[in-house]
């Protein structure tokens, strides 16, 4: 899924507001706390963030309303300047693009999606769907053919002359990711794109996601809140606090071993069968050899439950998409996830 | 439309009788003030209808009737049709002074601005007009607020029409005050009418007023010159303003000292127009009591006194 | 204890006044510099001077009102009255052509309801004989109007852009926005020569201050997830403003637009003193030739008007885009378009058979100016009404009215002024006082102190007895839902009619005096005490009320405890509303006679006294603002103490 060179790359990135944050960031001693920071007049929304996001890879940044990750996600995209680091889009620093240079990023390789969804009230779904194409200057009716795909896509047509604020929430967002989608963006954005809607929708609109990002393979920055919804959608989940990353690893990694107590927090409720995968629990062979079929990685233990009930093996050969074998669960160890330790 | 009809008729009508002009009026609009009060505007109309008829383009224009001459001196306006000896007298001759606008001869009319008092005042204070019968009268023309001393009504401060020195100057038991507009004069008038209080206000003819309230002149004095400047003229040998205003002043014409270039066919009827105090009356009349709009009363006006403006135009075409 | 250290100074002050010496009672006239001939000097040198050839603003002036301003109010007056000018139309457009677009863009804006006001409104103008007057009127605010929204978009946009710039011009927005419109008046002849130019551009610059407000407002309430979604849409800074930040704040660019058009159409008698043409100038000449029946129906036709384009603009406000399903063809997608164009054109063509369609004169009409004005004057002249009035002259004006007056001139310029400084303190707070002191001294140093005093005592005295009538009244409207409605609705109605029409029959009924000036500020005054009494009093959540209900209070116990306290703030904002409503006012009153600094401005009006009228004007600005600031502050802080 991943390749060598990173789409979005990210080196100490500080993200600081107040009245003077260049000055104070280079004047500032290591090892400043959040606190610290704030004790003197600065707020840091991201501090020291250091994180690569590969291609066609998802990555969900969870923290709580405060924590920075919409601050991050606007560095990422420059829609805020960052006070000091790099952050390189395909290898190319952004802090050191023109204007001309940044407008024309925007416009081939990033779409968004907001929480609010930030549909222009003024526009029917079509214009609004439209509407970076004509900023692009793209001819009315070529901009009318592609719209209407996307629109399409995101299963709105008949509805492409209404106006937002005829329609509901989770068409509303539907709009906001056609917008995003219409330039065929490679890096997508989206900043708690569900937050705003009731439970119900919300998870029809991650099935709808889902959906989409199988067909279209983007790179992705999500960010949520919502720690299920993260360990649904991620490839890899950054936990952020006080505008630093606390841990960034994939969800059975997370749930398995969370590094600091602040995301163990978070992973004690959290029902770790229906996360963790067979493969985040299998152990190198070391040349062992192992017998009998192997189970399949990319499932869940608890998918797994009934295998793990009725085979009699100790060790379980754990074999990733291709049928090779890669290594060997403990039946003891995957049982005890599955119902808690004897 | 329908001046304009009339207008044109008028013009081939002229133009028939063999008229020829000896030069060219410019086609610019001939840019006409109008003030506000009706027999100014109708006779503007007037004058402009005669204007249009001979070719000429005209507008009309509405501006304070002082700072006209300003305007007039700057050729803004072309002319201004009504010049007040008493009212506009002081700053006509200041804009004279400072050049750029001239006299253009005088009307028939005469003008007279004083006390004034509506007819039944006088059966209370039978000693009117002479302006020594006003202190006996006092006790009658006071109200709650001026205690057992008369009220008289002086047009808005910006006439400049010494009420205040003249009363002390003849020892007047009346206190002044400055109405703010010639419409609150009308209204105190008004308001007395229905029981027929005696009242004393500044008025001034010719206006419609005459034939809505019939009245009279306070008699004052009589005016010598220099009673406004030096106190030895007049009965009070210590006093400026111990006199009435001039009982005939001057009703002018002033035009643009580019006007005779410019529209030399148009200012030679300038010149030729005067009209008298019935006639103004009469203009006034069918604006303020008739009701009409002032460019109807002007067509009004000119399709009855045909005899009193045709020769003026004719005079000017051969 | 600052405050009763000032106030103790000045009653010191006032009771010492025989032993005082002479520069704390009155400033002596050598102290008194004359600003009136520094700024004729400044203004004289910005001028320039077209005869001596001496360049100056005038040359720019002089070509933007010779040149494209003269041209666009040609060709609105060409089209409209019929004005001999380019497009040189032989005839304007016949009324009923004018009256059936309006009709159908009335019923596009607001369906039936808003159909029947612009054509009751179109006809009554027409029947009345006022179309053409009408028409001379709406051609200059159809150019004022409009120039007035582009500068204010203009201006807005460059307030929110750069907060420097917004600083430097609030100050003079809030000056703008208290200086006595006469004000306006002389510079504005002086620099775009008299007549509809000078009208169109006194319009504009009265009228645009809000609309700047409103664009800085609506731009800066955009949501940032929308401005967001636009950068990264790739919109360039132009997009972004185009295609962005104005559309999305439409609403409070379009109540500026409302705004521009309310405020245009308040000046259009006030604009009639310098050359303005049509229902201005007509009621002024109607007034002079005493015809209140003509006067009162060309009010009526001003209100009209008004109420008519302010329910227009606020449905456009209000107006939200509809889609239409796929497949319905262009003549339904534009059937308003379509079907104002045929009726114009009908009505067009039908108009050249029926010259009642086309024009109605003044000897055709349907007016009943005649008989409405014997009615009046038989309703001033009946007995009941003459004693009623009487006695209220006679207690006002001896006993109240000219006592108050005399009071307030008796006391020493020094302790006035400390007094004003003390109330700014005790409501306002520290920053107010300084400017209360600031300003009241500069009104002292003016030179027009006696003539500014009288000005204030008029002011306050309208406001007192305004509040006495007015907030009882919006308490007992605030009762009933519909009882608000209908009193809000007159407040409206009141606000825009042109208030020389009830000044004649005010000097009938109480003659030249103080009582006539205070009573007719005071009808103008009670508008916005009402207004604010109500709406405070409506806001108050509904919980608080049910609480008190819950708590057994009666009616009586609800209001002086619950209701009232929570509608304070907002009432305060009426209050002070109010007051500057009778700053404004209060010159007007000047058309009746009075001694303040209206009538000395008004002199200027004649003249060429830039000078004079700018310091006259600033001071009636000064002490506005001073009285603006300290109750607002108070008004703010309450709000913010109540949680509102």
């Known amino acids: 899924m991943q390749t060598d060179t990173p789409v979005i790359s990210c080196r100490n990135a500080w993200k600081l507001f107040g009245p003077n944050p260049r000055q104070y960031l280079s004047q500032m001693p290591d090892g400043q706390s959040y606190n610290d920071i704030l004790a003197d007049g600065y707020i840091a929304g991201v501090k020291d963030v250091s994180l690569d996001v590969g291609k066609g890879e998802m990555l969900v940044i969870m923290g709580l309303s405060g924590s920075g990750k919409s601050t991050l996600v606007r560095c990422f995209s420059r829609l805020h300047d960052i006070t000091g680091g790099t952050i390189e889009i395909d290898g190319q620093d952004i802090m050191a693009l023109p204007e001309k240079g940044l407008i024309e990023l925007r416009r081939s390789k990033m779409g968004m999606v907001f929480q609010s969804f ?111 919804e993260a360990l649904r959608l991620a490839d890899r989940i950054a936990i952020m606090k006080d505008g630093a990353i606390e841990q960034c690893d994939t969800p059975d990694q997370i749930v398995l071993n969370p590094k600091t107590p602040y995301v163990l927090k978070f992973t004690e409720d959290v029902e770790k069968a229906l996360v963790v995968h067979a493969s985040a629990l299998a152990k190198p062979l070391n040349g062992e050899a192992v017998e009998g079929t192997p189970i399949d990685g990319g499932m869940t233990i608890r998918q797994l439950a009934r295998t793990l009930v009725n085979d009699p093996r100790e060790n379980l050969p754990v074999a990733d998409s291709s049928g090779t074998v890669t290594g060997v669960m403990s039946r003891k160890a995957a049982l005890d996830l599955l119902m808690g330790p004897a | ?172 038991n009346y206190v002044v005050v400055n109405a703010g507009s010639a419409a609150a004069l009308w209204a105190h008038i008004g308001a007395a009418e229905p029981d027929r209080t005696p009242v004393l206000v500044f008025n001034w003819t010719p206006n419609f007023a005459e034939a809505v309230w019939p009245g009279e002149f306070v008699e004052f004095p009589p005016w010598e010159e220099g009673c406004d400047t030096d106190p030895a003229v007049g009965p009070n040998p210590d006093a400026l303003h111990d006199c009435g205003n001039p009982a005939d002043g001057y009703l002018k014409k002033a035009a643009w000292d580019g006007m005779p270039d410019k529209w030399p066919n148009a200012y030679a009827l300038l010149k030729e127009i005067s009209f008298n105090n019935a006639q103004i009356a009469e203009m006034a009349k069918l604006v303020d009591i008739d009701d009409y709009d002032p460019e109807e009363a002007a067509e009004i006006w000119m399709e009855e006194n045909e005899d009193v403006w045709r020769p003026w135009m004719e005079a000017v075409g051969s | 204890m600052f405050l009763q250290a000032i106030l103790v100074t000045a009653l010191i002050l006032t009771a010492a006044k025989p032993i005082l010496p002479d520069f704390l009672v009155r400033l002596p006239d050598v102290w008194i510099p004359p600003f009136a001939d520094w700024l004729d000097v400044f203004f004289e040198f910005i001028r320039g001077d077209m005869d001596a050839g001496r360049w100056g603003l005038i040359y720019v002036t002089r070509w933007f009102a010779d040149g494209p301003l003269e041209f666009m109010l040609g060709v609105t007056a060409n089209i409209l009255e019929g004005r001999h000018r380019w497009p040189y139309f032989e005839n304007p457009l016949p009324w009923s052509s004018v009256a059936a677009v309006t009709v159908v863009l009335g019923y596009y804006l607001g369906g039936w309801r808003m159909a029947l006001l612009a054509g009751g409104t179109m006809i009554w103008t027409a029947l009345m004989g006022q179309w053409n007057i009408t028409m001379q009127t709406v051609s200059v605010l159809l150019v004022a109007a409009p120039l007035g929204f582009a500068i204010g978009l203009v201006v807005g946009i460059t307030a929110w852009k750069y907060r420097s710039f917004d600083n430097a011009i609030r100050p003079l927005l809030a000056v703008m926005q208290t200086l006595p419109f006469y004000t306006y008046l002389l510079p504005a002849v002086i620099f775009f020569k008299v007549g509809p130019t000078a009208g169109a551009i006194a319009t504009t610059i009265y009228a645009t201050p809000p609309m700047i407000l409103m664009t800085t407002i609506g731009l800066r309430k955009v949501s940032p997830e929308v401005v967001e979604a636009g950068k990264m849409s790739g919109a360039t800074r132009w997009q972004m403003l185009t295609k962005v930040f104005i559309p999305t704040a439409r609403t409070e660019i379009l109540v500026g637009v409302n705004q521009v058009i309310m405020l245009s159409l308040a000046m259009i008698v006030l ?64 059937k308003h378009v379509v079907v104002a164009l045929v009726l114009f054109s009908v009505f067009y063509v039908a108009a050249q058979f029926f010259d009642m369609l086309n024009d109605i004169g003044r000897r055709q009409s349907f007016s009943q100016a005649r008989e409405i004005d014997a009615l009046i004057k038989g309703f001033l002249a009946l007995d009941v009404v003459k004693s009623i009035t009487g006695t209220i002259r006679y207690v006002l004006n001896v006993w109240v009215l000219v006592p108050f007056r005399d009071a307030l001139l008796w006391i020493p310029t020094s302790a006035f002024i400390l007094f004003v400084v003390a109330f700014a303190y005790g409501v306002g707070g520290k920053r107010p006082a300084l400017y209360a002191l600031i300003f009241f001294s500069l009104v002292a140093l003016s030179g027009w102190w006696d003539r500014s005093v009288i000005t204030l005592y008029t002011v306050f005295a309208a406001v007192f007895l305004a509040s006495l009538f007015g907030i009882p009244l919006g308490i007992v409207a605030s009762r009933s839902e519909r009882w608000s409605k209908r009193i809000l609705m007159l407040c409206d109605t009141a606000q825009t009619f042109p208030s020389f029409v009830y000044l004649l029959p005010a000097i009938m009924l109480f003659g030249i005096t103080d009582t006539t000036v205070v009573l007719s500020v005071v009808i103008y005054t009670m508008v916005p005490l009402t207004r604010y009494t109500i709406e405070g009093l409506r806001n108050v959540p509904p919980e608080m009320s049910e609480a008190a209900d819950m708590s057994g209070a009666t009616r009586w116990q609800k209001l002086t405890s619950v209701q009232l306290p929570l509608a304070v703030p907002t009432m305060a904002v009426g209050f002070n509303q109010a007051i500057m409503f009778a700053f404004f006012m209060v010159i007007i009153a000047a058309f009746i006679g009075t001694q303040d600094l209206g009538q000395e401005l008004q002199r200027t009006l004649a003249g060429t006294d830039l000078g004079k009228n700018f310091v006259l004007g600033i001071c009636v600005s000064l002490m506005a603002l001073t009285f603006d600031m300290a109750i607002l502050s108070w008004a703010n802080r309450r709000k913010k103490a109540l949680g509102l």
Request: net charge negative.
């Open chain 2, 1 to 172: 439309m329908k001046i304009r009809n009339l207008a044109a008729a008028a013009a081939f009508a002229i133009s028939a009788g063999g008229a020829a002009f000896a030069a060219e009026d410019s086609s610019d609009p001939i840019v006409i003030p109008i003030h506000n009060w009706s027999s100014q505007i109708v006779m503007s109309h007037i004058v402009g209808n005669m204007f249009e008829s001979m070719g000429n383009n005209v507008e009309y224009v509405t501006t304070d009737s002082q700072a006209v001459y300003e305007s007039i001196r700057l050729g803004d306006v072309a002319l201004e049709l009504e010049v007040w000896e008493g009212a506009f007298g002081a700053s006509f001759r200041e804009a004279l002074e400072r050049g750029g606008l001239h006299d253009a001869g005088d009307h028939d009319a005469v003008t007279r601005e004083d006390w004034w008092y509506p007819m039944w005042t006088k059966d209370a204070c039978p000693g009117l007009p002479d302006w020594e019968a006003l202190n006996d009268c006092a006790h009658l023309f006071a109200t709650p607020e001026t205690g057992d001393q008369g009220l008289f009504l002086d047009g808005p401060v910006d006439w400049l029409k010494h009420g205040k020195e003249r009363a002390e100057a003849l020892d007047l």
């Open chain 1, 118 to 228: 930030g549909l222009l009230p003024h526009r029917t779904v079509l214009e609004n769907v439209a509407f970076p194409l004509e900023m692009r200057g793209q001819d009315s009716h070529k901009r009318r053919e592609r719209a209407m795909e996307v629109i399409k896509l995101v299963g709105l047509d008949g509805r492409e002359g209404y106006f937002p604020r005829e329609l509901s929430g989770g068409q509303q967002q539907r709009v906001g990711i056609a917008r995003s989608l219409v330039i065929e963006p490679d890096i997508w954005f989206l900043d708690e794109p569900f937050s705003a809607l009731d439970p119900l929708i919300r998870r029809e609109m991650q099935d709808e996601f889902l959906r989409l990002q199988e067909m279209l393979g983007k790179t992705i920055v999500f960010i949520t809140h919502d720690f299920d």
């Open chain 3, 271 to 334: 604009t009639a003193f310098i050359g303005m043409p049509g229902l201005g100038a007509t009621l002024l000449s109607s007034m002079n030739s005493f015809r209140l029946g003509r006067s009162l129906e060309i009010g009526i036709t001003i209100v009209l008007l008004a109420i008519m384009l302010d329910q227009m603009s606020k449905a456009w406000v209000a107006k939200q885009p509809v889609h239409f399903e796929r497949g319905t063809p262009w003549y339904l997608r534009h």
